[in-house]
């Protein structure tokens, strides 16, 4: 079946997703705050120098999906790590990495006349900047677990291609925290921002390279590898900076049950089929967003990519209504978005996602300089002008849950 999206609404989910943009200084600024304290921590003086610590950022500043905050009151989450890369679970406790780690930190505080406190968090140590500033750095401390990491997986048969970038992690809530142990909780941030590039496919790096020779044209000179992830939007960030937002405002009141971003990032990933617009990539994950969930006839499971032991949906099972939350959002999200994009008309666009976006941003993006409709030009754009068939999404939701599918390895 043909599908089509207006092209005012195209042209609205463009201008929303750049609304939604951070502004490039936010993430030269991050990127500057954390070098720095790489090159704190290696140092004359520094008490780790000798460990070669590696310190790099993480998470959605990583993956290029950051949002503006809601309010100016909220801060950006600024997730690091940082792996003292010649030591191994055999040297060294979880707590004395990060006794280790956070004295440094602390230090590093002092030495830049940060006034508050450095936190302590489960997993992390939180660098509070200025009020000014708008941001804050959480750093998790962690170890190099490649060996560890591509045993564990191929003894189980199962995909070990990003296992050179696995690292063991600390977390003062485990029971292993106070010894010396092989039992260290697992991550690996780069593997998976190595994976979700690869869900991007040709579209970030044909963009990538259209950036890079605009970079060239003004006399810089630069390799495709200079270009960061960040400064590439593809439909795939696009469309997850929406959903995101979305999310947040649909549980601003319910913060403890709204889906996390790794979820709704993850799930997005897997749906993506290449679409080159934003309109067409929405509406196609949100149709395809179930895919990848899966139920063991006792839990659900949604897998980290990088590492098929690990489930993201693990609190789903403790926590039920998570579950609920989530599938109920991913029907709102749906309903909304489809309804939007049938019409014509900003301002109504702007009234069906208003409760859901924020009035604020919606009346912000229809008030934008946004091209008005020639007369006599069409009302519909059909998929095959902006995208291929094959990956052209259905704009028909049903309205019964799917059930997800069971997944490999699970009697």
């Known amino acids: 079946m043909a599908v089509t999206i207006t092209k005012q609404a195209e042209a609205y989910l463009e201008a929303l997703a750049k609304a939604l943009e951070i502004p490039s200084a936010r993430y030269e600024q991050a990127e500057k705050s954390y070098k720095s304290l790489g090159d704190w921590l290696h140092r004359d003086a520094s008490s780790v120098r000798d460990h070669d610590p590696d310190i790099f950022v993480q998470g959605s500043f990583r993956l290029g999906t950051v949002i503006r905050p809601i309010s100016d009151d909220e801060e950006y989450d600024?997730?690091?790590?940082?792996?003292?890369?010649?030591?191994?679970k055999s040297d060294l406790s979880q707590h004395d990495l990060k006794d280790m780690l956070g004295e440094e930190i602390k230090l590093y505080r002092d030495s830049k006349?940060?006034?508050?406190?450095?936190?302590?968090?489960?997993?992390?140590?939180?660098?509070?900047?200025?009020?000014?500033?708008?941001?804050?750095?959480?750093?998790?401390?962690?170890?190099?677990?490649?060996e560890d990491q591509r045993l564990?997986?191929?003894?189980?048969?199962?995909?070990?291609?990003?296992?050179?970038?696995?690292?063991?992690?600390?977390?003062?809530?485990?029971?292993?925290?106070?010894?010396?142990?092989?039992?260290?909780?697992?991550?690996?941030?780069?593997?998976?921002?190595?994976?979700?590039k690869s869900r991007m496919g040709d579209v970030f790096l044909r963009r990538r390279q259209q950036i890079l020779e605009e970079v060239r044209a003004e006399g810089v000179t630069?390799?495709?590898?200079?270009?960061?992830?960040?400064?590439?939007?593809?439909?795939?960030?696009?469309?997850?900076?929406?959903?995101?937002?979305?999310?947040?405002?649909?549980?601003?009141?319910?913060?403890?049950?709204?889906?996390i971003s790794i979820i709704i990032s993850s799930l997005a990933a897997h749906a993506y089929q290449g679409e080159e617009t934003i309109g067409y990539a929405l509406l196609s994950i949100?149709?395809?967003?179930?895919?990848?969930?899966?139920?063991?006839?006792?839990?659900?499971?949604?897998?980290?990519?990088?590492?098929?032991?690990?489930?993201?949906?693990?609190?789903?099972?403790e926590h039920p209504e998570r579950a609920s939350a989530f599938f109920e959002w991913l029907k709102q999200a749906r309903e909304d978005f489809s309804a939007a994009s049938r019409l014509v008309e900003h301002r109504r666009m702007s009234t069906v996602l208003a409760d859901r976006m924020g009035r604020h941003l919606t009346d912000q993006v229809s008030d934008a300089a946004l091209q008005p409709t020639q007369p006599g030009s069409p009302g519909l754009v059909k998929a095959a002008g902006v995208a291929s068939a094959a990956s052209a999404p259905s704009v028909s939701f049903a309205d019964a849950p799917r059930t997800p599918k069971k997944p490999d390895g699970f009697a």
Request: aromatic residues 8%.
């Open 78 to 88: 600024v997730d690091c790590a940082c792996s003292l890369t010649s030591l191994s």
């Open 113 to 146: 006349g940060i006034k508050k406190p450095v936190h302590e968090g489960r997993r992390c140590w939180r660098l509070e900047y200025a009020d000014g500033a708008q941001f804050h750095m959480d750093i998790v401390p962690c170890i190099p677990n490649a």
């Open 152 to 196: 564990l997986l191929e003894a189980r048969s199962l995909d070990a291609t990003y296992a050179d970038t696995a690292i063991a992690i600390t977390d003062n809530e485990v029971a292993a925290y106070d010894v010396i142990t092989d039992d260290w909780p697992r991550s690996n941030p780069r593997g998976y921002a190595e994976w979700f």
């Open 222 to 259: 630069a390799s495709v590898e200079d270009i960061p992830t960040y400064r590439v939007r593809t439909p795939l960030q696009s469309a997850i900076m929406i959903l995101k937002r979305h999310r947040d405002t649909m549980f601003a009141d319910d913060p403890t049950d709204k889906p």
């Open 286 to 317: 949100l149709n395809r967003m179930e895919e990848a969930i899966e139920h063991d006839g006792t839990k659900y499971v949604i897998k980290n990519q990088t590492d098929a032991l690990e489930n993201f949906a693990d609190k789903w099972e």
